[in-house]
């Protein structure tokens, strides 16, 4: 059973930096595609970067330059660092993972920008 436990939100002002972390147990991450989403209240849940196991990275417009996903397979762990934060990136981030066909959440970490 896999198990993803985040840490790293908190409370910015605008222009301010996090680095969330994500600690991934229980299979082989190195074989999982990693995915970082974020919900606002009141909004769906979006996706705001992802990682293969290649490292190859995506990310959607509205975070592009600001957003880096990162891995580290020998720790199991996958980090989002957000640069350039706006009030409207406050949210509940969670961690993703899908290994062998199966999708995995973890419990979320709140991010709130200040203006």
């Known amino acids: 059973q896999v198990q993803l436990v985040e840490s790293g939100g908190g409370v910015v002002h605008t222009g301010g930096s996090l680095r969330l972390s994500c600690e991934y147990s229980?299979?082989?991450?190195?074989?999982?595609?990693m995915r970082w989403y974020r919900q606002a209240p009141g909004k769906q849940r979006e996706v705001v970067a992802i990682i293969l196991s290649s490292g190859s990275t995506n990310y959607p417009d509205s975070v592009k330059g600001r957003f880096t996903i990162s891995r580290n397979n020998r720790e199991n762990m996958v980090y989002l660092q957000m640069n350039g934060l706006k009030p409207e990136d406050t949210a509940v981030y969670y961690c993703?993972?899908?290994?062998?066909?199966?999708?995995?959440w973890g419990q979320g970490t709140q991010v709130t920008v200040s203006s």
């Open positions: 993703n993972a899908m290994e062998t066909g199966r999708t995995y």
């Open positions: 229980g299979s082989i991450f190195s074989n999982a595609i």
